[in-house]
């Protein structure tokens, strides 16, 4: 009986994704973080593990063609949503032109699960995804990314007015969030000591194929952590 009950929910939500059509996104501040696994060698020339932090401003710098080292005030990391949760890509935004530089990663696949707030409402509330996103490359022969894939899981709040992600003041989600390993906060450089506004959170693992002063190196992603703040474009 409860099995029936999942299966009659998940119809629901499917009818209303693709009644609602929405050609609509939104964009948000993105800060990641993880810990890369290279492949190097001891002093012996045996194989050996190597490993390097990066954050949200190492991709957007490679996706941009500049060395990691590159301080950036304008780029920086974002999640762009489609509204009737057909995708979700992860990209290079500059905030002074409020648009789109470079697409990082662009989800092949997409599946959510959502939650309804108030029944008089037209839309859920939140939603929970897991998507597969194939890495663009990007940059150049010097400084990028040749390739490689994220597989991202993470929840947003949305708008029960029209359906769409959206950032709010308080999270109420965080015990959810620890139950589905979401828990770590990723700081916002350039939202310090402001109020800040919190559309979801993520995590994620995979490989980038990333290049270095024109040498390319596979780069393991065992886990990431992503906060998704606030709006920065419809």
Known sequence: MRLKGWFSLGAVISIMASSAGFAQTRTFRSPAAFEGVVQDTDVAGKPAY???????NSLVNLALG?????????????????????????????????????????SSKISVVQQQGLDTALFPSRERFAAELEVVASGN????????????????????????PRALRVDTDRRDDRICGDATTVQDPDNTGVLRAYAGRGHFHGAIYVIGSGTTNTVLVPEGALSIDRQLSP
């Open 50 to 56: 190597a490993f390097e932090a990066f954050d949200g």
């Open 66 to 106: 500049t060395s990691l080292e590159t301080v950036r005030t304008n780029e920086v990391l974002a999640l762009e949503f489609a509204c009737d949760s057909s995708s979700v890509q992860l990209v290079a935004f500059d905030k002074a032109a409020a648009s789109n530089l470079v697409v990082i990663a662009t």
């Open 141 to 164: 022969a010097s400084n990028g990314i040749a390739g490689g894939f994220i597989d991202v899981a993470g929840r947003v709040f949305l708008s029960p007015t029209n359906g769409c």
